[in-house]
């Protein structure tokens, strides 16, 4: 992506990128939803200690965006590589255990925590995915918001949509 980008800014005059943090939200596909579908059917989820980033959800992107256009439209800068990302740097295993800490309240997840492994792979390097969100907030005074706020509402939208109605199959 980073060789892509490059190529684009040496091509156009007037190119905004907006890179984001690791989205998820309660409806499908994202790796919330593909890691509650595996613990639903009971099968084992193998999660990272060794990737760290910082989620955001899918409304605070919609939020964001929002934010830009207007800016935009008031006659901001409409060029520039800007980050957004919720608050709070979080391994992948622990963002999972504050998923599964808000599902375990719903059937069939009372005992999905047995089914998460934490996925040490201790010779491996330590991967950070967080980006800095310093620039969004100067340019268009777009304040960051921590992910874990999200993350009920994100479980129970997933409830709603794919198991208290029977949904689509997991």
Not at 46 to 65: F, N
Not at 136 to 151: D, K, N, T
Request: aromatic residues 8%; contains cysteine; charged residues 25%.
């Amino acid at each position: 992506l980073v060789t892509l980008e490059d190529l684009l800014r040496a091509t156009l005059d007037d190119l905004f990128i907006l890179r984001l943090g690791l989205m998820f939200g309660g409806r499908r596909p994202n790796p919330l939803a593909r890691a509650l579908d595996a613990l639903a059917r009971g099968d084992v989820v193998k999660v990272s200690e060794q990737v760290r980033g910082s989620p955001v959800h899918v409304a605070e992107v919609a939020r964001v965006i929002h934010g830009i256009v207007d800016q935009l439209s008031a006659g901001a800068p409409c060029k520039g590589l800007y980050h957004y990302s919720g608050i709070g740097e979080v391994t992948a295993y622990s963002f999972m255990e504050t998923v599964l800490a808000n599902a375990s309240q719903y059937s069939p997840f009372e005992g999905a925590r047995d089914l998460m492994e934490g996925n040490l792979n201790e010779g491996s390097q330590k991967i950070g995915l967080s980006l800095d969100c310093a620039e969004i907030r100067h340019q268009f005074g777009i304040q960051q918001l921590s992910w874990r706020e999200f993350v009920p509402r994100a479980v129970k939208r997933y409830v709603e949509l794919y198991v208290e109605e029977g949904g689509n199959e997991l």
